[in-house]
């Protein structure tokens, strides 16, 4: 297999692509990715031959999304002309997955665009970890594997609160990600809530409710797939410590962390710790903690590559 198969990359998750092909014991192939001046990618020199072979294209859609983007379709391309069996795009965050419906008239559906200008480019399979929307993988003609990081998340946790554990209560921030919550809750025999959300406009949040167990004296768990400004956490994080929360710890996928979320999330005295992977590149400090996707990519990786079951790797 390992001669048919290889891991290549873009310029936005270079480590992460090293560990992952690592992990699943696959080469790496190189190809030389630069700009213009005028910022136009340029792609050239792929280390060696692609013609029919599996490769998998390690990028993300992280705090320079279009730029990365555009890489990803330019780098499909090239191994498209190149003869590429078969090409799989491997985006941990899928850029644009929030715009996956319209809210009002005359608005696109950005998310079903992106997984189209995907297709064109030359992806015949696509990988992303903890999708915002159930709905994307039908945007995408072919295999659409959502992979779940909530096993890692889980896991994490219980190794960092041992015996304490048992005693968590898994809150989601709206109720949107209720789901989520209850996957693990149920699963671990834990008691759960949820915030009803409101926004305003982007990038702002108001808790107005929240239906759920008493939290006195509790460690609180926040679980949602992504933090981006960081407004949706610090709302829910102060409501629940007034009502007596212990502790609150926030766990989420995706670390957008656009302008100074990071600098908010430190500041914030009511949210004690912030637990977040590294599908998106970011640095580890503070309350911020961060889980490998790499070992649990490889894996994946190796499935698909053998025929074997993805979900089975990321049942609770």
Known sequence: MAGDVAIMHGTACESQARRIAESAGLPIIKADVT?????????????ESVRGKRIFLVQTGGRDVNNELIETLVLLDALKRAGVGKAVAVLPHFPYARQDHKDGEREPISAALVASLLKNAGADELVSVDLHSSALPGFFEGNFENVRALPLFRDFL???????????????????????????????????GAFNKHRPRPSEAHVTMYLGPDVRGKTVVLLDDMIDSGSSMLPPSSALKEKGAKKVIACATHAIFSGNAVEKLEAARDLDEVIVTDSVPVQEGGKIKVIELAHLLGRVVNAMSEGKSVSALTRL
């Open 35 to 47: 700009r213009f001046k005028n910022g136009e990618v340029s792609v050239k020199n792929v280390g």
């Open 158 to 192: 219980k190794q960092s609160l041992g015996s304490s554990f048992k005693d968590v209560v898994i809150v989601s921030p709206d109720f949107g990600g209720l789901k989520r919550v209850e996957a693990l809750a149920n699963q671990e025999s834990l008691a759960y």
